[in-house]
């Protein structure tokens, strides 16, 4: 079963920023915090992930609190090709599997 | 070019039948995956190869046999299709060491009739 809570949907309006929360209260102290998601018929795309700090890519930004139980996605301008279920995922780095949970499905609004 | 391929993206078939969808990935990656979506629309895993060796193998029917000729391709075989086999099955590929981020092909729609 998958580790973390997400909300099942969420909306946004295009050009604000989208910030996707993530619940993982039981995470362990080997386990990063990683960002997939699945536009509409294509496979999932990684995003970003972390173990503690904040990270920031150009795709993204991933802040964990400092308790490590929650986590946000923040999406910084979110376009309408940013529609799509993402999913958050706890796993140790040398750990092959990826439990996907059902995700957030993140409507952007015109 | 693409990163990960499968090979057909479409494929609609008879109850019973064998069938083989294909996978190569050309970013030198040393594991390979297969996972399942049903319509549900749940990802599962179903297997992993690294360097040709099985290393995940979930609780998937024997009619599921993957096959690696190298590094670079994992193919998966189904025998005895079933209704039930019907999902999108996706490819992926992750190399050791580094960010240990999956990267994954478009998929396969594959319909069993």
């Known amino acids: 079963d998958a580790k973390t809570t997400q909300p099942p949907s969420m909306d946004c309006a295009e050009g604000r920023a989208a910030n996707l929360p993530c619940n993982h209260s039981?995470?362990?102290?080997?386990?990063?915090v990683y960002w997939y998601r699945q536009i509409h018929s294509q496979g999932p795309q990684y995003i970003i992930h972390?173990?503690?700090n904040n990270e920031t890519n150009e795709m993204a930004s991933l802040i964990i609190t400092e308790d490590r139980k929650s986590s946000t996605l923040i999406l910084p301008h979110a376009t309408l090709r940013d529609t799509a279920v993402y999913y958050c995922i706890v796993k140790a780095l040398r750990d092959d599997k990826i439990i996907f949970g059902k995700g957030t499905r993140l409507h952007i609004l015109p | 070019d693409t990163a990960v391929s499968q090979t057909p993206k479409y494929l609609v078939t008879q109850m019973g039948n064998d069938k083989s969808i294909k996978c190569e990935q050309n970013l030198g990656h040393d594991t390979m995956y297969w996972y399942k979506q049903d319509s549900k629309k749940f990802l599962k895993i179903m297997f992993s190869y690294n360097n040709k060796e099985l290393i995940i193998n979930e609780t998937v029917p024997n009619r599921f046999s993957p096959k690696s000729p190298d590094k670079a391709h994992l193919n998966l075989h189904i025998n005895s299709l079933e209704l039930g086999d019907s999902a999108v099955y996706f490819c992926?590929?992750?190399?050791?060491?580094?960010?240990?981020?999956?990267?994954f092909g478009p998929g396969t729609r594959l319909t069993v009739l």
């Open positions: 039981t995470i362990s102290g080997n386990e990063y």
């Open positions: 972390g173990l503690k």
């Open positions: 992926a590929s992750s190399q050791d060491g580094g960010p240990d981020t999956q990267y």
